[in-house]
């Protein structure tokens, strides 16, 4: 059994910054790859970032240049370091760990952008 806790969600004024971290237990195969999506009230679950055992990253096109994915494999932990936050940032953030057929979700943490 895989379980995903995410931790770092807080309210925070636009242009601030905020740090995720998500820490996998369980049996973790490799290769793998973990990330992040979020989802606001009304709309659909979309892509933040992700990063493979390899150190690969993928990003949404809306927080290139402003969100760094990175990742400690020793320790299964994986982090969002978001920076320049805008009140669209505003979402319930999830945390995803991708193995050959399986997918495995966090419960998310909330992440809050007052303008």
């Known amino acids: 059994q895989v379980q995903l806790v995410e931790s770092g969600g807080a309210l925070v004024q636009a242009g601030g910054s905020l740090r995720l971290s998500c820490v996998a237990s369980?049996?973790?195969?490799?290769?793998?790859?973990m990330g992040w999506y979020r989802q606001a009230p009304g709309k659909q679950r979309e892509l933040v970032a992700t990063?493979?055992?390899?150190?690969?990253?993928t990003y949404g096109d809306s927080v290139k240049g402003r969100f760094t994915i990175s990742r400690d494999n020793a320790k299964n932990t994986v982090f969002l370091q978001m920076n320049s936050l805008k009140p669209e940032d505003t979402a319930v953030y999830y945390c995803?760990?991708?193995?050959?057929?399986?997918?495995?979700w966090g419960q998310g943490t909330q992440v809050t952008v007052s303008s």
């Open positions: 369980g049996s973790i195969f490799s290769p793998n790859a």
């Open positions: 995803k760990l991708s193995i050959p057929l399986v997918n495995y």
């Open positions: 990063i493979t055992s390899g150190g690969t990253t």
